[in-house]
Structure formats: structure tokens, C-alpha cells
């Protein structure tokens, strides 16, 4: 199944989706011990306000990597601002992933090194318009 961006989700069903992030950001609260620090419903709401573009796939893997440190220790309790800094730095990542790749792809369609023909295939094909003249 493909993930589906929140923004489309939320337009399905917008008590759903918040729903889903709701119960994300409340196990992340849990885990790290953060109940006085912000709430589940608080976080849910500002991901899906400031994150409408990621997919839902996206939105728990950022949690996760969080969690795990992915992006930095995480000292004393867990803040709203935590984790936004954690999509942001996500979405620099994933930004700069697709920036080179659009670049790969487009120094690989003009990259002529690995279509130049060797002469020997290159007299093959001109030889019989040779013999056309």
C-alpha cells in the first residue's frame, strides 16, 4: 500500500488523520516522559498545520528517528519545538536527496561517455549509406 500525504488524508477524514497523529505524538510523549511539557493533541495539530506535505510513512518515521536520536540527543523533556526542528531537519535531508538526484539524472542524459560507439560500430552503421553515394 502507498502512503498517502496528510493533506490528503485530512481531507478524507480530518478526525481520522488527527486521530492517527494524536495517538503518534502520545506514545513519543510517553516514552520520553514529556506529559508536562506539551500534549499529544498540541504536536498532532502543529504537524499536521506545518507538515501538511509530508506522507503519513514520513511523519512516524521522523517520531522514530527522533526518538532514536537521529538528529540530535535529546536532553531534558520533549517540546513542540524538538520536534519541529526534527521535521525540518528532515525535510533539508530529504530536499537535498531529491536536489541530487534531479542533478544525477540530468548530467546522466548529457553524459555522451557512455554512448560514444567505437569506430569500428561507427563504420558498421555509416558503411552501407557509403555505398548508397
Known amino acids: 500500500m502507498q502512503s498517502v500525504q496528510i ?20 506514545e513519543l510523549i510517553k516514552k520520553t516522559g514529556s506529559q508536562e511539557t506539551c500534549t499529544a493533541s498540541d504536536m498532532a495539530n502543529t504537524i499536521l498545520n506545518t ?19 537521529r538528529f540530535g540527543k535529546l536532553y531534558g523533556k520533549l517540546t513542540e519545538m524538538v520536534v519541529i526542528d526534527w521535521f525540518n531537519q528532515y525535510d533539508e535531508k530529504r530536499d537535498q536527496q531529491i536536489e ?21 560500430t561507427a563504420w558498421k552503421v555509416i558503411t552501407p549509406f557509403i555505398k548508397k553515394l
Open 7 to 26: 493533506s490528503k488524508a485530512e481531507r478524507i477524514d480530518r478526525n481520522g488523520t488527527l486521530a492517527v497523529l494524536i495517538q503518534a505524538c502520545g
Open 51 to 69: 507538515f501538511w506535505n509530508f506522507k503519513i510513512d514520513e511523519i512516524v518515521l521522523v517520531l522514530h528517528w527522533g526518538l532514536m536520536g
Open 100 to 120: 541530487d538526484e534531479h542533478i544525477a539524472k540530468k548530467n546522466a542524459m548529457f553524459d555522451r561517455s557512455e554512448r560514444t560507439m567505437s569506430t569500428e
